[in-house]
């Protein structure tokens, strides 16, 4: 990865925004900073009001991990597209019950396994098409990830599991990903190519993906591994980012 600030970095995504991308955000680590308590997340009024001002010139996209409904009064702004549940719920598309309801023995498991979660203090988020297992607040964390190892050790095969910033996520195995909605969304928007920002385990299948039209970036270096091809330092970086998305599309 090499830094999106730096001289090779501002040239690239230059030459990126003067062709017209579809702009995709994460939201948690990304446009909104990582907070204790997951419902404080907001996104902060400076980055809001730059988004908004790109939001004249090309197409935004929030694909979060969150629930369309949980982030749309997070943003303080309208972005075009929000897609939720790690790319498995698109507002555009008819509801996948087939998603939904595979889930179903894994929240009888989480039921039968409340005292011990509780316990532990892992927190079950139930967002419809995905369940998060949330030990951020978990006074032993250790603990707390061994009792979620357990419950994932007889996942059923229709079910796939990754991991996040102290949260475990559980969605269909049939499922769209992020990169499979990012891919959706180009195509629907009628453009040829995207600027995507991401900061989590999740955000990977978009890196991964290595299509020569989407310019990626990460947020934050602590992946060695992250196939991203640019990051910024953190969230506190994306106002000057942004900045530069304005500056291209007025020069």
Not at 122 to 149: F, M, P
């Amino acid at each position: 990865m090499r830094h999106l600030l730096s001289a090779e970095g501002t040239a690239s995504l230059t030459t990126q925004i003067l062709r017209k991308p579809l702009l995709a955000f994460d939201f948690d680590g990304t446009l909104a900073p990582i907070v204790s308590r997951p419902d404080d997340a907001r996104v902060s009024m400076p980055v809001a009001r730059r988004l908004k001002a790109l939001s004249a010139h090309l197409s935004i996209a929030i694909i979060s991990g969150r629930s369309v409904d949980d982030v749309l009064g997070r943003l303080q702004f309208e972005p075009a597209y929000v897609i939720g549940n790690h790319g498995a719920e698109d507002p555009a598309m008819p509801p996948d019950q087939d998603h939904a309801q595979v889930l179903d023995g894994f929240r009888m498991r989480l039921k039968g396994a409340r005292v011990l979660l509780d316990q532990v203090g892992v927190v079950v988020e139930d967002k419809g098409a995905s369940l998060a297992l949330h030990y951020r607040l978990a006074r032993d964390r250790h603990a707390a990830s061994n009792a979620i190892a357990g419950l994932l050790a007889r996942l059923d095969p229709g079910l796939k599991a990754f991991g996040g910033k102290f949260v475990v996520n559980v969605v269909s195995k049939s499922a769209h990903d992020k990169a499979q909605a990012l891919a959706t969304l180009v195509s629907r928007c009628q453009v040829d190519c995207a600027v995507f920002v991401g900061d989590d385990i999740n955000d990977e299948p978009v890196f991964a993906r290595h299509d020569p039209n989407w310019l990626t970036v990460r947020v934050g270096r602590d992946d060695a591994n992250s196939q991203a091809q640019f990051f910024i330092d953190s969230v506190s970086e994306m106002p000057a980012m942004l900045d530069l998305m304005l500056a291209a599309l007025s020069s």
